[in-house]
């Protein structure tokens, strides 16, 4: 009875090695899927954040999806604008208080890749709020910095 199970367990054991042996590797437009299905979960990760930040009235928090670089631009109503910094003072002057910034709700429409690890996202936003409604769209462009994905450029309207 012993030998018998003994048996039995080599004989599974080599089973399961030989199934595994015997997978498949990934194509390269495989990979390339799944990099992508990766990407698109990290960057959506930082949208959200940003979201629940920003429906805290966390302008700082919200920010911590930038770039934290002078080299930041942000393309919106105003102009363009320069840096981490200026794009925060931005929105602290636009949104002083909740009654300004709401509720914020991303939509995306599409992520794609740019070049250089590098992708852009295109989306709307819509802010609830008792100052009035606000809605746009935007295009915004992620890099991997660091390790992390930031958003190197920010163009809103």
């Known amino acids: 009875m012993r030998y018998t199970i003994l048996i039995l367990v080599c004989l599974t054991l ?8 015997q997978a498949k590797p990934l194509t390269v437009e495989e990979q390339n899927v799944q990099e992508m299905k990766d990407v698109r979960a990290k ?9 629940i930040a920003w429906n805290r009235h966390d302008l700082e928090g919200f920010m911590e999806g930038y770039w934290k670089n002078d080299s930041l631009k942000f393309y919106g109503s105003s102009g363009l604008t320069y ?10 002057k636009g949104y002083p208080t909740t009654a300004e910034s709401g509720t914020l709700k991303f939509v995306i429409n ?24 606000a809605n746009g769209v935007f295009m915004i462009i992620f890099k991997k910095i660091n390790g992390q994905w930031k958003i190197i450029a920010d163009l809103s309207c």
């Open 14 to 21: 080599s089973f399961q090695s030989l199934a595994q042996s």
């Open 43 to 51: 960057i959506l990760e930082v949208m959200k954040a940003q979201e």
């Open 83 to 92: 840096g981490w910094d200026n794009t925060l003072a931005n929105y602290k």
């Open 110 to 133: 599409d992520i794609s890749a740019i070049e250089n690890n590098a992708y852009w996202v295109m989306g709307e936003y819509h802010l609830n709020r008792t100052a009035g409604d």
